[in-house]
T-cell receptor, first 110, second 113 residues
Framework: DTAVSQTPKYLVTQMGNDKSIKCEQN?????MYWYKQDSKKFLKIMFS???????INETVPNRFSPKSPDKAHLNLHINSLELGDSAVYFC?????????FGPGTRLLVL | DQQVKQNSPSLSVQEGRISILNCDYT??????FLWYKKYPAEGPTFLIS?????DKNEDGRFTVFLNKSAKHLSLHIVPSQPGDSAVYFC????????????FGAGTTVTVRA
């Protein structure tokens, strides 16, 4: 039983395309997050939703738009993909101070 | 501006010996600290945490020590096992009203047989 799952696991696409990454958690948590791990391996928060409400938006370009249809799902849509968007994107969820991560989506923009 | 720093990018230790991983932070508002373990091509896995009201937390082979005055924490793994070879991330948050986790750059641990 996967606690936090992401699809797809790998995503290779051309510059300028629009793509979405999906995240689902079956832990009953109220809060979900998106993190980006860049080429230097730093994990940085992008967004957080609590009960479908956006609570954190960390100076991310407008091309990135999170959507939470319900508290078990948090999707990330990226418009007009750029080379610099290539990274690993991790979804996470929490009900308190400990966050649990998904397996990551490896995005490569060509 | 990295508020959480892991200054040792790598650590090599013999199986059965102690692994000590260090982490420093600059933000005095941090009051909850976590260690995550990450294997290649997988997501970070929660290992152990500590609240700022404590100075030590132990869970099996893993112990985390917190020195608030020095803004320093460490993770001890005793004894080290081959399966412990992974990247370890230190993370910190400002408490229950601050959901953001700030991560260190990670320390790659290699356990030698």
């Amino acid at each position: 039983d996967t606690a936090v799952s992401q699809t797809p696991k790998y995503l290779v696409t051309q510059m300028g395309n629009d793509k979405s990454i999906k995240c689902e958690q079956n832990l009953g948590h109220d809060t979900m997050y998106w993190y980006k791990q860049d080429s230097k391996k730093f994990l940085k928060i992008m967004f957080s939703y609590n009960n479908k409400e956006l609570i954190i938006n960390e100076t991310v370009p407008n091309r990135f738009s999170p959507k939470s249809p319900d508290k078990a799902h948090l999707n990330l849509h990226i418009n007009s993909l750029e080379l610099g968007d290539s990274a690993v994107y991790f979804c996470a969820s929490s009900s308190g101070e400990t966050q649990y991560f998904g397996p990551g989506t490896r995005l490569l923009v060509l | 501006d990295q508020q959480v720093k892991q200054n040792s990018p790598s650590l090599s230790v013999q199986e059965g010996r102690i692994s000590i991983l260090n982490c420093d932070y600059t933000n005095s508002m941090f009051d909850y600290f976590l260690w995550y373990k990450k294997y290649p091509a997988e997501g970070p896995t929660f290992l152990i945490s500590i609240s700022s009201i404590k100075d030590k937390n132990e869970d099996g082979r893993f112990t985390v020590f917190l020195n608030k005055s020095a803004k320093h924490l460490s993770l001890h793994i005793v004894p080290s096992q081959p399966g412990d070879s992974a990247v370890y991330f230190c993370a910190a948050s400002g408490g229950s009203n601050d959901y953001k986790l700030s991560f260190g750059a990670g320390t790659t641990v290699t356990v030698r047989a």
